[in-house]
T-cell receptor, first 115, second 115 residues
Framework: GAVVSQHPSWVICKSGTSVKIECRSL??????MFWYRQFPKQSLMLMAT?????????EQGVEKDKFLINHASLTLSTLTVTSAHPEDSSFYICSAPGPGGGELFFGEGSRLTVL | AQSVTQPDIHITVSEGASLELRCNYSYGATPYLFWYVQSPGQGLQLLLKYFSGDTLVQGIKGFEAEFKRSQSSFNLRKPSVHWSDAAEYFCAVGAHGTNAGKSTFGDGTTLTVKP
């Protein structure tokens, strides 16, 4: 089956620094990828849709300048949390529709802790 | 607007017992329905999906779900639970293909399996 991989799986950073999370489709091409945020014991909240070769589409309430998304190739999307603060600490997950378009494949998630 | 309700926040069953996780949805058209499982600190894995046709769908790991349009439900079942099934389970409704990431997720049900 299709595989989506995220890196890093966990990261700790100081407040005010920026952190980049990568999401790769390993064995298929993904023109669209999705980024979610998940708080403990809660569901996934869609943050944005990453579109290869064009600007990301952000959900209402998500700060575009805080969460920069770049989909530079058909297999890679990156999420950069800029000037991170403790309230940005969360579990970030990406997904991509599989080759058949019928289901989503999720990355392993990235745990961000901002001190 | 589409929505998903998982009435049970937490369910505990004994190993070997049967399991049913409830999911109710609201959707304006024929829904695409999904069940995902998430182990701690991991991304989501698709258990099964319903697009059309037979309302009883079989998934991986011995799970099945039944779509009941009249009840707006898509409950997940397993005849005999294994300790490794302990995880978080999410029901989702909505989009397909490149918009699959815009599916709406329920708040999840935590499954604990007693020895």
């Amino acid at each position: 089956g299709a595989v989506v991989s995220q890196h890093p799986s966990w990261v700790i950073c100081k407040s005010g620094t920026s952190v980049k999370i990568e999401c790769r489709s390993l064995d298929f091409q993904a023109t669209t990828m999705f980024w979610y945020r998940q708080f403990p014991k809660q569901s996934l909240m869609l943050m944005a849709t990453s579109n290869e070769g064009s600007k990301a589409t952000y959900e209402q309430g998500v700060e575009k300048d805080k969460f920069l998304i770049n989909h530079a190739s058909l297999t890679l999307s990156t999420l950069t949390v800029t000037s991170a603060h403790p309230e940005d600490s969360s579990f970030y997950i990406c997904s991509a529709p599989g080759p058949g378009g019928g289901e989503l494949f999720f990355g392993e998630g990235s745990r961000l802790t901002v001190l | 607007a589409q929505s998903v309700t998982q009435p049970d926040i937490h369910i505990t069953v004994s190993e070997g017992a049967s399991l049913e996780l409830r999911c109710n949805y609201s959707y304006g058209a024929t829904p695409y329905l999904f069940w995902y499982v998430q182990s701690p600190g991991q991304g989501l894995q698709l258990l099964l999906k319903y697009f059309s046709g037979d309302t009883l769908v079989q998934g991986i790991k011995g799970f099945e779900a039944e779509f009941k349009r009249s009840q707006s439900s898509f409950n997940l079942r397993k005849p005999s639970v294994h300790w490794s099934d302990a995880a978080e389970y999410f029901c989702a409704v909505g989009a397909h293909g490149t918009n699959a990431g815009k599916s709406t997720f329920g708040d999840g049900t935590t499954l604990t399996v007693k020895p």
